[in-house]
């Protein structure tokens, strides 16, 4: 399994605490595992969570109607490296 990033655990961090998985290890996600239909079993309302935690904590939206969500959301780190390209920095 590949280590985590300091973006993509701070991501990971975001993500449990925002869903209440008491269960999971942050710094135990596979950063190329899918967010979606894999072990997490995450859901599209755990999605809607996940964007407004993202919202909040790095200053941009994810747009539901993105283009590219599927890829996006995909795994933590295409969701990390999106939130990196587009975080408001400052």
């Known amino acids: 399994m590949a280590e985590l990033t ?3 655990h701070e991501l990971a961090i975001l993500i ?3 869903l209440n998985l ?3 290890d942050p710094a135990k996600l596979d950063p190329d595992a899918p967010l979606f239909g894999g072990e997490l079993g995450l859901d599209s309302i755990d999605a809607l969570e996940i964007a407004l935690a993202i919202s909040k904590r790095y200053g941009f939206q994810l747009r539901s109607d993105h283009p590219d969500n599927k890829r996006i959301f995909a795994s933590l780190r295409e969701l990390s ?3 990196e390209a587009h975080r408001a920095h400052g």
């Open 6 to 8: 300091a973006d993509q």
């Open 16 to 18: 449990v605490e925002s």
């Open 22 to 24: 008491e269960a999971v």
């Open 81 to 83: 490296a999106f939130v």
